[in-house]
């Protein structure tokens, strides 16, 4: 028995806006990276013997390689125009104020509630 983690993150990495973008997909097991791809290779490469072996099956299927290849325009010039105009262009706008206060219980003891209050988002 025991417990295992298998993650395949997805990074977009943008040069420039979104002129020069890259993609990376990444294989870890146990929190250790076997192997990832690089839109700019185009080709899953091993970090380890057992990542090597991943590789060599992933790029054995030219579909699923183009699939990979094509998350540059799918994936991440995609989500940049459409986050764009809600992460860039409001940089120009106030930022929110957050205020924390402690409210006193009139029906307890002991320290009392916290208040959060968020205004101008």
């Given at each position: ?51 090597e072996k991943q590789a ?13 290849r094509a998350a540059v ?49």
């Amino acid at each position: 028995t025991g417990v295992f983690q298998v993650m395949t993150p997805d990074e977009c990495h943008f040069i420039n806006g979104s002129g020069r973008v890259r993609f990376v997909e990444r294989l870890i097991y146990k929190r250790e990276q076997l192997a990832m791809l690089e839109s700019d290779v185009g080709l899953f490469v091993g970090d380890t013997p057992s990542g090597e072996k991943q590789a060599q099956y992933l790029n054995s299927d030219p579909a699923r390689l183009e699939y990979y290849r094509a998350a540059v325009d799918r994936h991440c010039r995609h989500n940049y125009e459409v986050s764009t105009p809600f992460l860039v262009e409001r940089r120009g706008e106030p930022a929110p104020s957050v205020s924390i206060s402690l409210m006193p219980s009139s029906s307890q003891r002991g320290p009392g509630r916290r208040l959060c209050s968020v205004l101008d988002f």
